[in-house]
């Protein structure tokens, strides 16, 4: 019987070493309770291992290590954008270490277009850090994504869109990784 339990204990401390699938980025104020919590549950339901601040850190957890490590073991990123994100220096940071490590990044734009999207200089950032979170964004800005529109439109499609993107980029990743070895 302890044994058993052993060896389960063993599984799950494995698999928790693990990296995630894919890393979602957001920011929680305008998105955490909709789209990033629904893409979480679906891609969780495939048997995918997504990556979301409130459903995997744990009390204890080192904010900046355990999300830093996560992003640099994702093999893609989730960008939810929304009308708040760029107010957030933990969206930007998260955003520029995606770009920065070459990740594939799939945007979603929520209730905000391309277009809108700014950093804003309220004084805590220093100007490097205002230049790695524009050239971020900028890169993000002109990545072809999903947009949305949380007035007229239909939340489990975009997620169902999200998700087939996910996987569809998922695969050609280890088509990709198998084709090199």
């Avoid at 520029?96 to 945007?107: D, Q, R």
Wanted: net charge positive; hydrophobic share 40%.
């Amino acid at each position: 019987m302890q044994r058993a339990s052993a060896i389960m204990l063993q599984r799950r401390i494995m698999s928790s070493r693990q990296s995630c699938d894919v890393f979602i980025n957001h920011r929680g104020i305008d998105t955490k309770r909709t789209v990033a919590t629904l893409l979480y549950d679906h891609l969780t339901m495939l048997n995918m291992r997504p990556f979301l601040d409130n459903k995997t850190m744990k009390p204890g957890d080192k904010l900046f290590d355990k999300i830093d490590s996560a992003i640099r073991g994702c093999k893609i990123g989730v960008a939810v954008f929304s009308p708040t994100y760029c107010e957030s220096y933990f969206c930007l940071h998260e955003l520029a270490l995606f770009m920065e490590s070459n990740k594939k990044v799939i945007p979603i734009f929520c209730d905000v277009k391309p277009s809108e999207l700014r950093v804003v200089d309220n004084g805590t950032c220093s100007q490097k850090e205002l230049q790695r979170f524009s050239r971020a964004l900028e890169e993000a800005k002109y990545t072809v994504g999903l947009a949305f529109d949380s007035l007229k439109g239909n939340w489990s499609e975009v997620v169902t869109n999200a998700s087939d993107i996910v996987i569809k980029s998922l695969m050609e990743l280890e088509n990709e990784r198998k084709a090199r070895y």
